[in-house]
Structures are given as structure tokens and as C-alpha cells.
């Protein structure tokens, strides 16, 4: 790193590990800064305004008996992106290591109140100062006379009001490292940058992370950066952020994103990012393995199911990701949709994290332990068009297979768990080889609808899209009385399935069984038969078509 020697001006070469004491400078950038380059002409000419901040810190540094100070605008050759990538990746370390950090408000007057007038001052909304504010032990601030006005210590109620950061964090009495994601993020969510990848490279000390430097790809910087986090914490929080809404008419309107924010402004609710903090220090334990992939987000771990959110705003249900409270109510998490096998997006609606207690989560109604992933963006990729069964290239594109709600059926289980939906009741058959996919489902059988209705029977009906048939039968016709009671259901689906891929199944197939005695005294002979019909539900799709299973339930009296 290069420091000013303050007796002689001029600028030295030192290893940060030997460094001796320095001052460091934290303000706001204007739009005559001196560069590297401009130091030459050094102190010969200092009456140049654009030296003013050298001076001046020159001088505050001396009253101090420091004799090296360090300027980001001055030390720094930003002709070479090697040295620029190694100081931005190295600066939090340079502000916590400096004896002092001199916070000029260039924009506070001598006869301001400290207390009003930084809440306006343009040096706490930048990204840069937020780790200049945090890393440094010691910040003394000055104002625009470079008047000294109080320390980060005495003024610490005042910065903590303003800033939205603990004032725990601020004095450094709490480990930068236990502090959770959301938190971190919601401190920069009203800051800004001059250079929209700045916003993530100037987070990079808080976060603890490293990344390379690469101005011009944009908001991708800052999706580098949660990956990056990612990789070295297992801190779900850095998912609780809220989208922003989109309302027509007056309802919210659902919409699609990825499981990755866009920036750090969906962290504002700095309210509930504290209070989801709270939570996950005591849900850590609980925390599931996750990683990203080239699928996105990869978890293993346990999805709920939502009830109605909000029925005035007429939000849909959908599944839930836990981030902390696993095991009991009330749940923090981000709402999901199901789009193909073990695949999901976010579904970004409000409230997109928050409470949810027992009126509306299903805390009985969820899926056992499996691994899903999570788009980590959601930009829009064309459907696969074609026929029903279309190939594209080595695989076959297949429609997903709808099982409509009928009233004389009740499904129990399925199978495969991964590929079936539970709201639109599909399987998501996506791209298969030429074998094609099988799924299937275990129904009750009820003899009448609603609360009158009585279990008669059971039955499995299992689709095949390779040949686009079906097939049905009587539950336990070909399983054993164990697996029937309550056994090992995935066994009975897994041979069920394996005869319904090797027989030759007709395109529709009924099954009958005769109940009991009646009150009458006579029995009744029940059917079910079922068809593949393929059709547009508008629930799921307005344009692509799906594979419906029909299903006709009859009885007669013998």
C-alpha cells in the first residue's frame, strides 16, 4: 500500500503487514480529486484547491503525532486493475488497521447541529462510507471547516438512528461475522454508488469475501457477490428480502423472480431483517446444506404449504421455504411455485417474508426432506413448442399430466414426490429420454360427495407418456396387504410403476368391486374408468395444453 509521509509530501511504498501508524481519510468524492499521478506536483503546489484534503488531513494527522496518512483518491494507481482489484479487496482491512479515520462532511456547516445535520449530509448515503464508518475503531468527524465534531463513540445514538446499524456494531463490542446477511444488506439498501457494480465491490469487507473486479458487467456484480457469500456461510437470510409489488386494480399481482435479490435496496425493512436475525441465531443448528449450481440455489430440506396468504388481495397459495423457526410456528421464509421436477421459483409477492403462524400454514400438510432448486434469476425462456411428445434432440419434450379435482376421489400419495405439484395437480414431466415418464397416484374412492361420502375402495392410476395411455387398478390387486395398510407405500408405487412401464397398457382401462350390504339390504357395484384428454386449463397455462386424466366414477345397485 502507498502512504503520504506527512513531513515530506511524498508517497511510500509499504507491505500492509509492516505499515507503520497512519491516518486514513473517509469522505465524499467531488469532482476534482487529485489522482496518482497529480502527486508529483505535490506539496510544491499544495495552494491547489484539489490538495485541500490532503492538507488538511496532513495537519489533523500531525496534531495527533501520526506521520503517515492514506487517501483512496491519491494512493491508488487506478490505471492498473490489478492494483485497483487488490485495494478494493483489501480496503476494509486498511480501515480497520488505521490508528484514525478522519470522516470530513464536506457539506456540514461549522454552525450545524451534529445531531440534524448528518442525517442529511451526502456522506451517509454513499456505498463507499459504509465500511468506512464500520471497519475503523476510531472516526473522528470533521466538517466542512474541518472542525472536529465528535467521535463515532459519543455520536453513536445519533449514527445509529441514521444508519439503521446497531450501535453494538458500531463501537465493535459484536462480531462483524455473527451478524446476519439481511442485516448487513439492509444497511446498504439506501446507500448508492456512482457505478452500479460499486454497490456490491464496496460490500465486499463487510461480507468477508473476496471477488474479482470486472466494471461493465453491471448488476450481474452484484450476483457475483451473494454467490460468493454463499459459498463461504450458510446464512439463509441472504434470501430474506422483499420484492417490490405490483398491483392491477388494486390486487397484488404475483410475479415470478429468481431466489437471488437484484440489488440491496429489497433489504429496507430494516424492522423484520433484525427481528428474522433474531431468529436464525437460534435456528442455526437447524440449517440445511445449500449451494448454487448451474440449476441455481440446491437445498435439501423440508418445504410447507401455505394457505391463503391474504384472501383480500386474492394471493395464491403456494410452498414455503423455511429461513429460520423450522420446527414450530411461527415460520420466517419466501414463498415458492413448482415449474418443473424438484424445480421452483420465487414466487414474489407480498408479504414475500413475514410470519406465519397456524392460520396460514399447513404445518401437517408438508413434504418430507428432499432435495429441490431454486432458480437463482427468472428471465424468460421460451417453452418448448411441438406435438404432444415432440422430440428435441436426444430427448422428448412431454406435457405435464393434470389430475383434475373430482368429487368421488381423494388423492392420498404419489409418486414421483419430485416431479407433482400439489396446487395445479400436475406432474412436471419436463425433458425425458425415449423410456419417457411415469407417474402415478393413490385415490380414494368415496361413495358420495361431501361430508356424506364414506371410503369404498382405493384406487392407483398411473400415465405413461411415452405411448400417452393410462392405466388403473385396484389398489392391492397387485401389492401386498402390507403395502395397502400403510407399509411401504414408495415400494408399492416403485412396482406399480415398473409393471405399468413393461405391460402393454390400452389407452383407457376400468376397474369394479362390488361394497357391502346397503341399509336396503343390497350391495352396489362401483366403476371407475378413466381417459387421457389433452386440453388448455387456463390455471396452469392460457396457451400451452396439458395432458388431462379423466376420471368417471359410477355405481348400480345389484
Same mark, same amino acid.
Given at each position: 500500500?502507498?502512504?503520504?509521509?506527512?513531513?515530506?509530501?511524498?508517497?511510500?511504498?509499504?507491505?500492509?503487514?509492516?505499515?507503520?501508524?497512519?491516518?486514513?481519510?473517509?469522505?465524499?468524492?467531488?469532482?476534482?480529486?487529485?489522482?496518482?499521478?497529480?502527486?508529483?506536483?505535490?506539496?510544491?503546489?499544495?495552494?491547489?484547491?484539489?490538495?485541500?484534503?490532503?492538507?488538511?488531513?496532513?495537519?489533523?494527522?500531525?496534531?495527533?503525532?501520526?506521520?503517515?496518512?492514506?487517501?483512496?483518491?491519491?494512493?491508488?494507481?487506478?490505471?492498473?486493475?490489478?492494483?485497483?482489484?487488490?485495494?478494493?479487496?483489501?480496503?476494509?482491512?486498511?480501515?480497520?488497521?488505521?490508528?484514525v479515520c478522519f470522516t470530513y462532511l464536506e457539506d456540514l456547516k461549522p454552525d450545524a447541529d451534529i445531531d440534524l445535520g448528518l442525517e442529511t449530509c451526502r456522506w451517509t448515503t454513499r456505498g463507499w462510507t459504509l465500511q468506512e464508518l464500520i471497519a475503523p475503531k476510531d472516526v473522528q468527524f470533521l466538517d466542512r471547516d474541518w472542525n472536529n465534531r465528535g467521535t463515532k463513540e459519543s455520536l453513536q445514538?445519533?449514527?445509529?438512528?441514521?444508519?439503521?446499524?446497531?450501535?453494538?456494531?458500531?463501537?465493535?463490542?459484536?462480531?462483524?461475522?455473527?451478524?446476519?446477511?439481511?442485516?448487513?444488506?439492509?444497511?446498504?439498501?439506501?446507500?448508492?454508488?456512482?457505478?452500479?457494480?460499486?454497490?456490491?465491490?464496496?460490500?465486499?469487507?463487510?461480507?468477508?469475501?473476496?471477488?474479482?473486479?470486472?466494471?461493465?458487467?453491471?448488476?450481474?456484480?452484484?450476483?457475483?457477490?451473494?454467490?460468493?457469500?454463499?459459498?463461504?456461510?450458510?446464512?439463509?437470510?441472504?434470501?430474506?428480502?422483499?420484492?417490490?409489488?405490483?398491483?392491477?386494480?388494486?390486487? /397484488?399481482?404475483? =410475479? &415470478?423472480?429468481? %431466489?437471488?435479490?437484484? !440489488?440491496?435496496?429489497?433489504? @429496507?425493512?430494516?424492522? $423484520?431483517?433484525?427481528?428474522?436475525?433474531?431468529?436464525?441465531?437460534?435456528?442455526?443448528?437447524?440449517?440445511?446444506?445449500?449451494?448454487?449450481?448451474?440449476?441455481?440455489?440446491?437445498?435439501?430440506?423440508?418445504?410447507?404449504?401455505?394457505?391463503?396468504?391474504?384472501?383480500?388481495?386474492?394471493?395464491?397459495?403456494?410452498?414455503?421455504?423455511?429461513?429460520?423457526?423450522?420446527?414450530?410456528?411461527?415460520? /420466517?421464509?419466501? =414463498? &415458492?411455485?413448482? %415449474?418443473?421436477?424438484? !424445480?421452483?421459483?420465487?414466487? @414474489?409477492?407480498?408479504? $414475500?417474508?413475514?410470519?406465519?403462524?397456524?392460520?396460514?400454514?399447513?404445518?401437517?400438510?408438508?413434504?418430507?426432506?428432499?432435495?429441490?432448486?431454486?432458480?437463482?434469476?427468472?428471465?424468460?425462456?421460451?417453452?418448448?413448442?411441438?406435438?404432444?411428445?415432440?422430440?428435441?434432440?436426444?430427448?422428448?419434450?412431454?406435457?405435464?399430466?393434470?389430475?383434475?379435482?373430482?368429487?368421488?376421489?381423494?388423492?392420498?400419495?404419489?409418486?414421483?414426490?419430485?416431479?407433482?405439484?400439489?396446487?395445479?395437480?400436475?406432474?412436471?414431466?419436463?425433458?425425458?429420454?425415449?423410456?419417457?415418464?411415469?407417474?402415478?397416484?393413490?385415490?380414494?374412492?368415496?361413495?358420495?360427495?361431501?361430508?356424506?361420502?364414506?371410503?369404498?375402495?382405493?384406487?392407483?392410476?398411473?400415465?405413461?407418456?411415452?405411448?400417452?395411455?393410462?392405466?388403473?387398478?385396484?389398489?392391492?390387486?397387485?401389492?401386498?396387504?402390507?403395502?395397502?395398510?400403510?407399509?411401504?407405500?414408495?415400494?408399492?408405487?416403485?412396482?406399480?410403476?415398473?409393471?405399468?412401464?413393461?405391460?402393454?397398457l390400452p389407452a383407457v382401462k376400468s376397474v369394479c368391486w362390488d361394497s357391502g350390504t346397503t341399509g336396503t339390504g343390497r350391495s352396489r357395484r362401483y366403476q371407475v374408468r378413466v381417459s387421457l384428454q389433452s386440453e388448455?386449463?387456463?390455471?396452469?397455462?392460457?396457451?400451452?395444453?396439458?395432458?388431462?386424466?379423466?376420471?368417471?366414477?359410477?355405481?348400480?345397485?345389484?
Amino acid at each position: 500500500m502507498r502512504l503520504i509521509n506527512v513531513a515530506t509530501g511524498k508517497l511510500e511504498d509499504w507491505e500492509p503487514a509492516g505499515a507503520p501508524a497512519y491516518a486514513i481519510l473517509s469522505h465524499t468524492w467531488g469532482d476534482n480529486e487529485p489522482k496518482l499521478e497529480d502527486m508529483a506536483c505535490y506539496p510544491a503546489h499544495d495552494t491547489r484547491n484539489k490538495y485541500c484534503k490532503i492538507r488538511e488531513t496532513i495537519k489533523q494527522a500531525t496534531l495527533r503525532n501520526i506521520h503517515y496518512v492514506w487517501i483512496d483518491t491519491c494512493c491508488i494507481d487506478k490505471r492498473s486493475s490489478a492494483e485497483l482489484s487488490e485495494a478494493i479487496n483489501s480496503m476494509f482491512q486498511w480501515y480497520k488497521n488505521a490508528a484514525v479515520c478522519f470522516t470530513y462532511l464536506e457539506d456540514l456547516k461549522p454552525d450545524a447541529d451534529i445531531d440534524l445535520g448528518l442525517e442529511t449530509c451526502r456522506w451517509t448515503t454513499r456505498g463507499w462510507t459504509l465500511q468506512e464508518l464500520i471497519a475503523p475503531k476510531d472516526v473522528q468527524f470533521l466538517d466542512r471547516d474541518w472542525n472536529n465534531r465528535g467521535t463515532k463513540e459519543s455520536l453513536q445514538e445519533t449514527i445509529s438512528r441514521v444508519t439503521g446499524i446497531r450501535r453494538d456494531i458500531l463501537l465493535g463490542t459484536a462480531a462483524l461475522g455473527g451478524i446476519s446477511a439481511a442485516e448487513k444488506m439492509s444497511w446498504a439498501a439506501s446507500r448508492k454508488t456512482t457505478r452500479e457494480e460499486d454497490m456490491a465491490y464496496s460490500l465486499l469487507g463487510i461480507f468477508e469475501v473476496n471477488m474479482a473486479l470486472i466494471y461493465g458487467e453491471g448488476p450481474k456484480a452484484f450476483t457475483r457477490l451473494q454467490e460468493e457469500i454463499i459459498r463461504h456461510t450458510n446464512d439463509l437470510s441472504i434470501f430474506a428480502w422483499n420484492a417490490s409489488q405490483r398491483t392491477s386494480g388494486g390486487i /397484488i399481482d404475483p =410475479y &415470478l423472480c429468481g %431466489v437471488l435479490a437484484e !440489488s440491496p435496496r429489497v433489504f @429496507a425493512n430494516r424492522d $423484520l431483517v433484525r427481528e428474522l436475525s433474531t431468529h436464525l441465531a437460534a435456528s442455526r443448528t437447524f440449517v440445511p446444506e445449500f449451494s448454487m449450481t448451474n440449476r441455481g440455489l440446491r437445498i435439501t430440506t423440508e418445504l410447507r404449504v401455505s394457505k391463503n396468504i391474504d384472501v383480500e388481495a386474492r394471493l395464491p397459495r403456494g410452498y414455503f421455504l423455511c429461513l429460520a423457526n423450522f420446527h414450530r410456528p411461527p415460520g /420466517i421464509g419466501i =414463498y &415458492l411455485k413448482k %415449474v418443473g421436477q424438484s !424445480s421452483f421459483v420465487r414466487l @414474489a409477492q407480498a408479504p $414475500l417474508i413475514g410470519h406465519l403462524d397456524n392460520d396460514n400454514l399447513d404445518w401437517n400438510e408438508s413434504m418430507s426432506p428432499q432435495t429441490i432448486y431454486i432458480a437463482a434469476s427468472c428471465q424468460a425462456s421460451p417453452a418448448p413448442s411441438g406435438s404432444l411428445g415432440s422430440k428435441m434432440g436426444r430427448y422428448y419434450h412431454y406435457p405435464p399430466i393434470h389430475f383434475p379435482v373430482h368429487p368421488y376421489l381423494q388423492i392420498e400419495t404419489v409418486f414421483p414426490k419430485s416431479s407433482w405439484d400439489i396446487f395445479n395437480r400436475i406432474f412436471h414431466t419436463g425433458m425425458t429420454g425415449v423410456s419417457g415418464f411415469v407417474g402415478g397416484v393413490c385415490c380414494r374412492v368415496l361413495s358420495d360427495t361431501g361430508s356424506k361420502g364414506r371410503p369404498i375402495g382405493r384406487v392407483g392410476i398411473f400415465v405413461r407418456t411415452v405411448d400417452m395411455k393410462c392405466r388403473v387398478f385396484k389398489w392391492g390387486s397387485e401389492m401386498s396387504e402390507k403395502e395397502i395398510t400403510g407399509g411401504d407405500v414408495a415400494g408399492a408405487f416403485q412396482q406399480a410403476r415398473l409393471v405399468s412401464f413393461y405391460s402393454d397398457l390400452p389407452a383407457v382401462k376400468s376397474v369394479c368391486w362390488d361394497s357391502g350390504t346397503t341399509g336396503t339390504g343390497r350391495s352396489r357395484r362401483y366403476q371407475v374408468r378413466v381417459s387421457l384428454q389433452s386440453e388448455v386449463v387456463v390455471a396452469i397455462s392460457t396457451e400451452q395444453p396439458v395432458c388431462s386424466v379423466h376420471v368417471e366414477v359410477s355405481s348400480k345397485r345389484l
